[in-house]
């Protein structure tokens, strides 16, 4: 029987900033792809749409239908950094995952559309009751998270690999209450994101 190796242990805190800069690089790009340029081209389409809402103020302070090369950068910007973020708490849950390959694909994907989806979308201002057709505008702004949370999913598993996080090592029923309780979350988004496409609609 060899002696145990302290080659592992000392690894560990490697393997966890490893994980997390992979993690955080992926959420950056994932941001600065799905975020920056999609959202840039998700403007730029409901622009097209709506040349008459020209200069009217949004309701995160841009003015509509004019860009700017300090409001792109400043939005490439931010959206990498929340990106990065986004990695972060990405690399927390990822060991979540259960079930066949392709619910383990979807899961996360869906979960943050739903989650974030309900954050962006509402129906006080101007920004998705103004724009028109709505509809167009509000499954525009969900395909931001949704496409950035398949970024990040992809390039982080890729990266990371497929080795046992925190949550394979804590008793089941630890792992399963959090997995109810992001699925009360995702629940509770899904019915506000619905209650509010359906006041836009009015």
Known sequence: MTAPSTTDTSAA???????????????AIAGLVAGGIGGRLVMMG???????AKGTLSDDGFVMVHFTLAGTLNLLVVTTILGALGGLVWVALRGLRFGPSWWRAVSMPLGATLVIGSMMVHSDGVDFVFLDPPLVAVGLTLLIPLLATVLVTVLGDRWIGDGATVWQRVPAWVAWTARGGLTVVAAAAAVLLVTTIGEILR
């Open 13 to 27: 805190p490697l393997e966890f900033v490893r994980r997390l800069g992979f993690a955080a690089l992926a959420g």
């Open 46 to 52: 409901l622009a097209r749409l709506n040349p008459l």
